[in-house]
């Protein structure tokens, strides 16, 4: 084994830590940074997907009104619900 061996090796130990601190650091802070831009979308879609069960919900509890409403004229409260318009407007209209 060469005397100069020891040396470079004393040498190298804290030259190899300091690159890969370097290296790792702004690697974790990255990786760390994709997990939040992630779960940004990921909530976004989530309010999305809440928003749409939302106006399901509605639509159905308008339907099952409809259905158990026996006082109603069911073919005018269906052709209400097919026009585009906004549920005020229609009501002025009538």
């Not at 290296?23 to 939040?36: A, G």
């Not at 919900?57 to 409809?66: A, C, N, S, T, Y």
Request: aromatic share 4%; no cysteine; net charge negative.
């Amino acid at each position: 084994m060469s005397p100069l061996l020891i040396p470079i090796l004393a040498l190298m130990i804290p030259i190899v830590a300091i690159l890969s601190r370097a290296i790792f650091t702004p690697w974790m802070k990255l990786q760390h940074r994709k997990m939040e831009l992630e779960a940004d979308r990921v909530a976004e879609k989530a309010a999305q997907y809440a928003a749409q069960t939302e106006r399901l919900e509605q639509r159905v509890r308008v339907l099952e009104r409809i259905a158990t409403d026996r006082g109603a004229d069911l073919a005018h409260e269906i052709d209400l619900l097919r026009d585009d318009a906004p549920r005020t407007e229609r009501l002025e209209q009538h």
